[in-house]
Nanobody
Framework: QLQLVESGGGLVQPGGSLRLSCAASGATLDSYAIGWFRQAPGKEREGVSCISSNGGSNGGLTSYANSVKGRFTISRDNAKNTVYLQMNSLKAADTAVYYC??????????????????WGQGTQVTVSS
């Protein structure tokens, strides 16, 4: 059974960068779409970015929320069975728990959390001076 573990969160100053990792075990990620979601206190969970399966190859179609477009980059490394979220130019509004999730129907990715079948435990990202 697929298991996902996020890492890379922490405290960073505004304008700084973090790279989040989503490491998989129990199955390979190459056939899954992977989404990154976040949830801030008092807010509903929102889709941040997602990447589709690319038929066993790295790459795939990507999508970004407008709020992070141009600042965040999602990528996958199938050899490492890991998906990354590079976050640059971080803002206080980016503070949230970040989750990765995997969708079995992997050739299309969606920002809707209901589409995803497996979830990690989350990693905290705090952007503050």
């Amino acid at each position: 059974q697929l298991q996902l573990v996020e890492s890379g969160g922490g405290l960073v100053q505004p304008g700084g960068s973090l790279r989040l990792s989503c490491a998989a075990s129990g199955a390979t990620l190459d056939s899954y779409a992977i989404g990154w979601f976040r949830q801030a206190p008092g807010k509903e969970r929102e889709g941040v970015s997602c990447i589709s399966s690319n038929g066993g190859s790295n790459g795939g179609l990507t999508s970004y929320a407008n709020s992070v477009k141009g600042r965040f980059t999602i990528s996958r490394d199938n050899a490492k069975n890991t998906v990354y979220l590079q976050m640059n130019s971080l803002k206080a509004a980016d503070t949230a728990v970040y989750y990765c999730a995997a969708a079995i129907s992997g050739y299309v990715c969606y920002p809707d959390s209901k589409r995803y079948d497996y979830w990690g435990q989350g990693t905290q990202v705090t952007v503050s001076s």
